[in-house]
């Protein structure tokens, strides 16, 4: 059995990479130093990997994998045409992740986008019917050498294959499909195949992820075409097809059509898919088994894989298997080694990408029969199933407990806007923010020398109650109608609730990519959750005792909580999901009960939880909302309930939105310019709607005009009565001058609406 791995983490054991990449950005290194530094964390990881037979090559990237596909294909857009002759390699590559305004050149970057269902973000390649591609990074060619040396063995190629890497990317003018291009894409990658093979590359894995979504003919037949060109060139070449994220159930066959040498299966996602791919696997291909979670940070449970493994050597052999992780290794932090405060009995269940290896090892061991390896790792899960620190009797009690009315609000919306009204004494065309003020560099560095214990809690919250102070006479002078208290407390949304949480546990160094050179540090959810003191109380009623106007409280929603930490996988996610929304109900209670009136729960991840293929949405969209439901009901009609998503891509989930039931909805529209508001009109979406009218991703402050335009859109979809006035999201990342003056235009432009408004009726 041949053991290898699809990817391995980039950032390094001590995120070394996304330093020296801000370090060469802020021109404090220069590109010799860099290119050291990145040379160094390769080769740490290649000998961190070199038990295994097959050991990747160009998984490494200074930005994204698909960033650098797009410039090894040349699939450069014209604007930085310019800027080739004029600035380095790396500086274009650069420019075109992050754009470039030096030198008089004002070039905006790449469109990013989510990888899947991952927090991982790339840049979207661009395409134009007229789009050519030629062989223009040399990145693969020089590490594959790198590795090669330093491995004394031949490493494999990691590339995109060309099929995904045209879906991955967007048509930027109308009139073709992008997967039309691959005629012209096909030649590109025989050339870098000779090349390599030249330099002695013997296997190359080519991800296809694609081949797990819901696929069109058009589509399907692309597959087809790209691997019969592609291997007919030079049948020397041995291609590793790789799948992940989910099962390929009805591109089975396709998958099996391709002409390649072996086939990756991802059997964490969907174990299940197992029996039918050895039921017709083709009798001349290797098939490699993900077995171990490249997707979460726990230890793989032995017995299962090697059930796995047995079941396909049975029907293949094991000369015709190959033991792999199930996707690559950058979705799960470096070493649990670095780990030095997490709760042995807990720590003792988890594994991170070098400990993942070595899993892959064992599970070989194992098959040739070390019993040892296989009983010590089935310690481990048994001591799980009846851990005390896991498993609280109370929670699943409480879970075991709950009824129908539990979920559902007292009253229709109908009979709870009067109410609302009354108590609020709102305007037409409310104002509000989405919850966050400007992080500035002095509240992180208080915030950061709390957790250090360099000042003490008395001083924190001193430094807490200031920026609430001034925050809310900020709103006031703006003349916003619902103020909050600006988060200041927070670091992250999901973190700060995860902290706090029982169930959760934070680490010190479980970093991930997000972004470029922008990492996150998800919490843990180990067990089961419940909500043991206030969370968000004494900052929201403190803010509320600085103002006669209503405060609007700040929770974190179970699926956002959910999507962005590391999940527990010894139970459903959506059983989850539900601890947690207890937890955030009873926040929830507790702030109504401290004479907070107004309450958002943010769920910007709800749509991002989508399953991969559509015919799991609506399993999904059942859970989740169920989830929303319980977090925000069990308040009086009085309390008014808002809900927070920031995509504007949810034309085809709006029954559900709807039946979220919250009281109002704000969303990002500005961007779009409103289009989404015609699928809410369309809809006859019966709630109260806060349409984001700026973008907060952006230094550009809207003017008066722009807004009165947008909100003049807004009043011709929807009845004006529904219509509140916010900023597309929350503002941490932005500047005070120009959110202050943003906002005040804002609010001019909602005054400006109501007195037409009236004048009109
Ligand atoms: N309340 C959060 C904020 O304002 C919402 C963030 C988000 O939607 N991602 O920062
Ligand atoms: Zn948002």
Redesign the pocket.
Known sequence: MRKHNLGYPRIGMDRELKKAIEQYWEEKIREEQLFKSAKELRKQHWILQSELDGIPCNDFSFYDHVLDMSFLLGAIPDRYSPLISLISPIDLYFSMARGYQKNGFDVTAMEMTKWFDTNYHYIVPEFLPNQTFNLHGTKIFEEFNEAKEILGKVPKPVLIGPVSFLLLGKEKLEGFHRIDLLDRLIPVYIEIFKRLKEQGADWFQLDEPFLVMDLSEKEKHAFLKAYEHLTQEDSGIKILLTTYFEGLYENRSLAFKLPVSALHIDLVRCPNQLDGILYSFPKDRLLSLGVIDGRNIWKNKYSVSIEHIKKAANVLGKERLMIAPSCSLIHVPFDLNLETDIHPEIKDRMAFARQKIHEITDLCCIFEGNTLLLKENSKSHKRSVDSTIIHDSGVKKRMASTKEQDFHRNSTFESRRPIQRECLQLPLFPTT????FPQTSEIRKFRANFKKGKLSLQDYEKEIETSIKDVIQKQEQIDLDVLVHG?FERND?VEYFGEQLKGFLSTKNAWIQSYGSRCVKPPVIYGDVSRTKDMTVRWSSFAQKQTKKPIKG?L?GPITILQWSFVRNDQLRSETARQIAWSIRDELLALEDAGIGII?I?E?ALREGLPLKKNNWNKYLEWAIHVFKIASSGVTDSTQIHT???YSEFNEILEYIAKMDADVITIETSRSHMELLEAFSRFKYPNEIGPGVYDVHSTRIPSVEEISSLLDQATRLLPAKNIWVNPD????TRKWPETIQSLKNMVLAAKKARREFINIT
């Open positions: 923010t989405i919850g966050s988060e949304m700040m974190t958002q943010d910007p927070h998503m920031c999201c929350g503002l941490k």
